[in-house]
């Protein structure tokens, strides 16, 4: 192999790796960068916590049941998700389209250890509160569930109805 081919191999091996490590693939969570983007879904934007309008409070439960199982918020409006896990188990609470929901929860019961640092989405501990701060920017039916394998199948999700203003 001559050097230059070598000088050429070894640099795309380098840059692969670290595409591979800035994907997440340390073990530290502290030496990974949030996913945190500004990105537009289907069902709006990461919301900036002054702008939030309103509060509201969801808890889930180890009954596989969010309460309450429906919100209602206006297109356009930013609003502050606390979510509590009343549990004795982990569980999480993702947004998102019913569509979006059913894909993630096929690849967590794939790949259940999965971690998540997306702004749509909060993992929490028994007893932990998390917080999700969104922008509803279109109206429209949304969701939310906990995508920890059984959770969703077994029922846990709720609605978010978004009315034109």
Known sequence: MTRA???????????????AWGHGGGNNKADRKPARTAERTAFGKPGDRKMATRTVRIEGTD????????????????VRILVKNAGKQVHETVLG????LEEHYELMKKFPDMEHDEPHMVHLKPGKTGEIVWQFTRAGEFYFGCLIPGHFEAGMFGSISVVEN
Do not use: D, H
Request: glycine content about 8%; aromatic content about 6%.
């Open 97 to 100: 389209t019913m569509e979006e």
């Open 5 to 19: 081919v070598l000088a050429i191999t070894l640099t795309g091996f380098t840059v692969m790796a670290g595409a």
């Open 63 to 78: 009954n596989m049941r969010y309460t309450p199982s429906v919100i209602r918020v206006k297109q356009g409006e930013t």
